[in-house]
């Protein structure tokens, strides 16, 4: 997806069915991480890294987690950052 497109509908509708989920149940870690893909996805970058923030306090080993916050970085150019995450998502 074109980061300057606007987000589709099924996207947004995702988004807020997972928003709403996540506020229910705060402690579910795949829901937290399907959030954060899907803000990701629609260029919610400073969103979807919050998420992923809270999926570490949750769960500090988790590797899609990791993998996705350094998805972000890379998006962001920080290629440092980006490998940092990957290190930390393989051990």
Not at 12 to 30: F, K
Not at 57 to 86: C, P, W
């Amino acid at each position: 997806m074109d980061p300057s497109s606007p987000p589709s509908q099924a996207l947004v509708g995702a988004t807020t069915l997972l928003e709403r989920l996540t506020g229910d149940v705060p402690g579910s870690l795949r829901a937290s991480v399907l959030l954060a893909r899907a803000q990701y996805i629609g260029n919610k970058l400073e969103a979807a890294q919050r998420a992923l923030h809270t999926c570490l306090r949750l769960d500090e080993s988790s590797a899609d987690t990791y993998l996705l916050l350094a998805e972000i970085s890379l998006r962001q150019g920080d290629f440092k950052e980006a490998s940092n995450y990957v290190e930390q998502g393989a051990f």
